[in-house]
């Protein structure tokens, strides 16, 4: 439908676009996760649209988490799921993760949808598509209360990319430790989670596959983090006051 | 589909973003308009979620240019029939522009469907609806390219919200004076135009109707009001790192 000029300033960031269309068309992605996707493009455009240096710390920590963790899962919704099956499925194997499904406008196909994509690119077993083995986080409205007994619910750790600040709070008030992709540093999901890496999933979750192969530990505080990474985004619009030409 | 809590702390910006998904279940925005808004959304509520001094002082000077336009045209694509039809056609009353519909990814059916919902609410003509009164606008590609003769071709002022760059710029290059409204201060329409209203339209449009009825002459320089722009949202970052709780 699209042809993106190969010398377009920002063509990176449309082809991504144009990958998320795809995925809408296939039945991944409902309406509201195409404007989800647009705030996020908004905001990796005023982080520079690269890795930062306090994203790069928070991927550090969250590997090392994730490699400490007893029963870490990571929750798979239908952007993240268009966006980077392949990498969820690597990341679950490198870190020892379960993979579950969980959705906040869920229907039964897009469920399915999900499911497919995620056993095409190699998921060995998906998590939350047994009604059955279904149970409820308390302090949430939405369909993303509902998660799996075996996977989030009895999870100590939760890597939630691309997430809403209320279920980032009842998975807290569930006593997990939340890792999230949040490209607002700002957003309540940012502010509650205990690790937020505030970067672009489809980049960052290739450095996090990296380290955990060698995982480390440092020093890290979220708040003071998220901080630097509003101090990063203010360096460059004073940069981008001065030159930038951009759409 | 979506039930939005009253007290949710942005169940206004919520409210449009509903709007917006009906608009394009009524086949008037597409894919790309989803995610177009999601980008809006995101500076808008970078820049507070309300008109700043520096878009009123914008709006004054646009309500101006197009009174004193010989003959302006308001730009329609489907986000903006989708948002605010109503405030489309008052606009044009005010201010004796014309209306012509003009997009990016065009199809028979979605011109159609934003005719339909311009004449629903009043609009007496509607341009860029007969191929035979159509012609170009040289240096660009997209189906923006094509204006009607009457209308974009041969206005001296044209109003072109939420608009890409390069359509900026090659009205820019017809000899057009361009009013825009766009949420983003450093986008490439917003550097090219003559008058940037950097506001969420659905609010701005409000204000330039009113002041189209009582229009004042006042000194305004572009570039300086972007970069006043871009002054507030930097200090919407300071104090958001310090108290916000916004997801």
Known sequence: MNHIPTNHPRAKSLYIRERLVEAFDAGLIAKEGLMAHGRGEAFDYL?????????????????????QARNPVIS???????????????????????????????????????????????????????????????GLDSARRIVDRDGIYSADVVVVPLEDGDRTLALKKAGKKVITFDLNPMSRTAETADI????????????????????????????????????????????????????
Chains 1, 2 share one sequence.
């Open 47 to 67: 982080i520079g649209e690269k890795t930062s240096k306090s994203a790069k710390k928070a991927i550090l920590a969250a590997a090392f988490m994730l490699k």
């Open 76 to 138: 798979v919704n239908g952007n993240i799921a268009g966006l980077c099956s392949k990498e969820i499925v690597q990341l679950a194997k490198v870190s020892g993760a379960k993979i579950e499904v969980n959705l906040f406008y869920a229907t039964k196909s897009r469920r399915q949808n999900i499911f497919r994509v995620l056993k095409k690119n190699g998921a060995p077993r998906i998590y939350g598509m047994d009604k059955k083995n279904s149970t409820k986080l308390s």
């Open 196 to 247: 937020t890496i505030v970067d672009n999933v489809v980049r960052a979750i290739i450095l996090l596959i990296k380290s955990c192969k060698n995982p480390k530990e440092i020093k890290f505080d979220n708040s003071k983090n998220l901080a630097l990474a509003i101090l990063e985004i203010k360096a460059n619009l004073t940069r981008r006051a001065r030159n930038a030409q951009i759409s």
